[in-house]
């Protein structure tokens, strides 16, 4: 008999590879920005800095790949994990917004609200893996 690889396992272990490659390409366009970034153009900089979202556009599209090619357990944990961490940033983001509004808290960098969703979807993965063992 032939040896079957679990489905979720294979996707997995695609995702895996594919995100790597897209986060090591971030990695390098982020470090030749840095490396040599104040000796160019403006329009230089953008450019390098709106290539950097190709890898980013390929990570997400591994990510939705990801999610269509898993079984159906791990894609509801995954869909509701997504629902969790959007619920909470959403929440994070209204209640920061008006501590800041009356002047109370500094004017954070847009890229936190990312970092908040993947972090609060880490937490949310974490325990639905928990629930479901």
Known sequence: MPNR?????KARRRYLVEAVICVLALAAIT???SL???NLSKRWIVTIVVSGLIPVVFFFAAFVRYTLRT???NRKMLLDSYAIAGGVTALIAIMYGSLESMSMLPRPHAI????TFVFCFAIARHFLRRRYK
């Open 31 to 33: 470090m030749i920005l």
């Open 36 to 38: 040599i970034g104040h």
């Open 5 to 9: 690889i679990n489905p979720t396992t």
């Open 71 to 73: 079984d159906e357990l």
């Open 112 to 115: 936190w609200t990312f970092g």
